[in-house]
């Protein structure tokens, strides 16, 4: 599986940290415009799910699949949300298993537990940066591509 890249989004829709490793198409917007258009996406198709649901919900919307890619939705108790763009080769379960590990053992770890750590401000700790990176690249998951 190619991993594209993570978006962390807190409660608010503040985005906390941004990590690519491949990204083959860039748009005018900044970094910042990208991630609202995204967060606001991600807010609309959770809505709607919901709403449209013959059930009733406890997972709500985890993600969708294009033609190329596969966009996955991980939230956690305390409403962050883990935004990652794969290609479409796993299972919605390995990437979900695959997140639900990054938040237990590397943002909880090395971001939350930080005592430089500002609930709700951008986590740019070069430490956190790169345990995120050596955990992607180190899961069984993570293929490179080209």
Known sequence: MTIYNLYLFDRDGTLLFYHEWI???YTSMSKEEEA???YGMLF???SFSAKLSPVDQKTGFMSYK???YRLSLYET???LKFVVNTDNESSQQEI???MDSLYSNVYVEFAAKSPMFVPGEM???NLFRTKVDQFIKGSSL???TA
């Open 36 to 38: 609202k258009l995204l």
């Open 44 to 46: 609309s198709l959770k």
């Open 66 to 68: 294009t033609s190329v």
């Open 123 to 125: 986590v740019t700790s």
């Open 77 to 79: 108790a305390s409403s």
């Open 142 to 144: 993570y293929q490179i």
């Open 96 to 98: 979900r298993d695959l």
């Open 23 to 25: 990204r083959r198409k």
